[in-house]
C-alpha cells in the first residue's frame, strides 16, 4: 500500500527542528542552519512496515511572527512531532502552546514529544521525568529523546510518528 502523509514539526526556535529534519531526510548535521522563516517543506519516501511512505515534512519557524499562519499549516496534517530542547526550560514550558494549537486543528492526530539536543547532557535542564511526566497528563502516548547532532533515535522518533499515522489513516 502506498501512503502521503504530512508531517509537522512544531516548537519553539532553536530547539533543533530543522536539523532533526535534515538528518532524518540527508542524514546530515550542520551548525549553520539559520532559523526557519515561515515554513520549510521537506520530503523522504521510505518503506515502513512493507508499505511505501511519502512523508511531507513541514518545518514551522518557532518564532511569535508565525503564530498566525500557524493553523494554516497545520491543515491536513496526519501528525506531529513537537520538539523542545533539554537544555531549555522555557523551550519544555511553552510546549502547551504548541500542542494546543496543534489538537485544536487536528483533534485525533498522533503526536510524538521530543525531547532534542541529549549531546548536551551537561546542560540538562529538563529530566527525562519531567517530559514523561507532562507527555502522560497532555495523553501523548510517545515521549523519546534526540540528538540531531549524533543521530540518535531521529530515525527512531520520525518512524514511531508515522506507523502511528499510517494507523490511523487506515
Known sequence: MEYILKIV??????????SLVYRFIENRFSTD???????????????????QVTTQIWDL????AYKKLRKLYLEGASGALVV????????????NE????????????????IGN??????????????????AKEKNILDFIETSAKTGENVEVAFKNLIRKAMLKGS
Open 9 to 18: 514539526l512544531l516548537g519553539d526556535a532553536g530547539v533543533g527542528k530543522t
Open 33 to 51: 542552519f539559520k532559523s526557519t522563516l515561515g515554513v520549510n517543506l521537506l520530503k523522504r519516501t521510505i518503506e515502513i512496515d512493507g508499505n
Open 61 to 64: 519557524g518557532g518564532q511569535e
Open 84 to 95: 523542545y530542547d533539554v537544555t531549555s526550560e522555557s523551550s519544555f514550558q511553552n510546549l
Open 98 to 113: 504548541w500542542i494546543n494549537s496543534f489538537k485544536e486543528t487536528r483533534t485525533e492526530c498522533p503526536i510524538v514529544l
Open 117 to 134: 539536543k541529549t549531546d548536551l547532557s551537561q546542560l540538562r535542564k529538563v529530566t527525562q521525568d519531567q517530559a514523561k511526566t507532562y
